[in-house]
């Protein structure tokens, strides 16, 4: 069986047929919005939330006929109940699609909407036991740019991130902004426990763009009656706190215990950060039901 099912425009295609032109804008000039889902079963977790961003990502970006939230839904309902995967990855591009050459937007122009969905193997639950490593990557975040907090195709400040990451071996790189604030990582929102209280880059300040696992992870700790406050936060905040952890949407809450050469709170995941990862599982669980996680006792 493939590990990913294809759907161009709503229809569902064989891979060789998972194609668009060469001219379309996302090819040409990245001109295009995206957005992760995570699947648990047939049911995609969150999805109004994450097709409320794409829309208002392609009317800050003046999408014209962009397509319609109903049918996207749909659409992405249909790719997963096909695919069937246990859990899954799911990736919805909409590009400005084909038109006039040239950075003008007049058009006319066509979106065109490709849908990825992949197998999605959980990783192991020593990952969250033992928590990751990240570096500080010297790119910047562009805090002041018109696609700044947007999932936009334009990733080439995130990918050079995660390049000095893979070379230092680490799992993530967390980037500053132009003011040298703490933003958020290539491809994850960052959060710290500081006496006793869930801390955040404050968005506006930073740049960054507020993940829907990031939301999640606020959720579970007013569940919890632990206190949220949004703040700027240094390059330093990370090793100056007790406890840290990264939030993506397949990466869900992974505990972040070192931080370039220092090393955060213990080293070891936190009790503040395994309460609110217990919590987001509940949500999940409840959103996404009949799903269930895997116990998170370690592999032997």
């Known amino acids: 069986m493939n590990d990913t099912l294809f759907s161009i425009n709503g229809e569902i295609v064989p891979e060789k047929d998972a194609v668009v032109p060469v001219t379309d804008r996302g090819f040409l000039y990245g001109d295009g919005v995206f957005e992760t889902i995570h699947a648990y079963g047939n049911v995609l977790f969150r999805s109004d939330e994450h097709l409320r961003r794409i829309k208002n990502a392609g009317e800050i970006l003046y999408f014209d006929h962009f397509p319609k939230t109903a049918v996207l839904a ?24 084909q038109g006039p050459r040239g950075p003008s937007i007049k058009g006319p122009f066509a979106p065109n909407v490709i849908i ?3 197998d999605f193997p959980r990783p192991p639950a020593n990952r969250t036991l033992q928590g990751v490593y990240a570096i500080t990557a010297t790119f910047r975040r562009q805090e002041s740019a018109a696609t700044a907090r947007l999932k ?9 991130a995660r390049r000095e990451a893979d070379l230092a071996g680490a799992d993530e790189a967390l980037m500053l902004n132009n003011a040298g604030l703490l933003c958020e990582g290539s491809a994850s929102n960052i959060s710290l426990i500081k ?10 300040r930073a740049g960054a763009l507020p993940g829907i696992a990031q939301i999640t992870a606020i959720e579970a700790a007013h569940n919890l009656r632990i206190p949220v406050m949004m703040t700027s936060l240094s390059p330093w905040d990370p090793g100056l706190s007790e406890e840290a952890f990264l939030t993506g949407s397949m990466r869900e809450i992974t505990p972040l215990v070192k931080l370039d050469e220092k090393i955060i709170g213990s080293g070891k995941p936190g009790p503040v950060t ?5 919590e987001y599982r509940r949500i999940v669980e409840r959103t996404c039901r009949p799903f269930k996680f895997p116990s998170l006792k370690p592999a032997e």
């Open 152 to 160: 936009t195709l334009n990733y080439i400040e995130q990918i050079l």
């Open 274 to 278: 395994l309460r609110i990862i217990e």
């Open 74 to 97: 749909e659409w992405l309902a249909q790719a997963v109940k096909h695919a069937a995967f246990a859990e899954a990855n799911v990736r919805m591009t909409i590009t400005r699609g």
């Open 116 to 118: 990825t969905v992949t």
């Open 195 to 204: 006496q006793g209280a869930l801390t955040l880059p404050d968005p506006e």
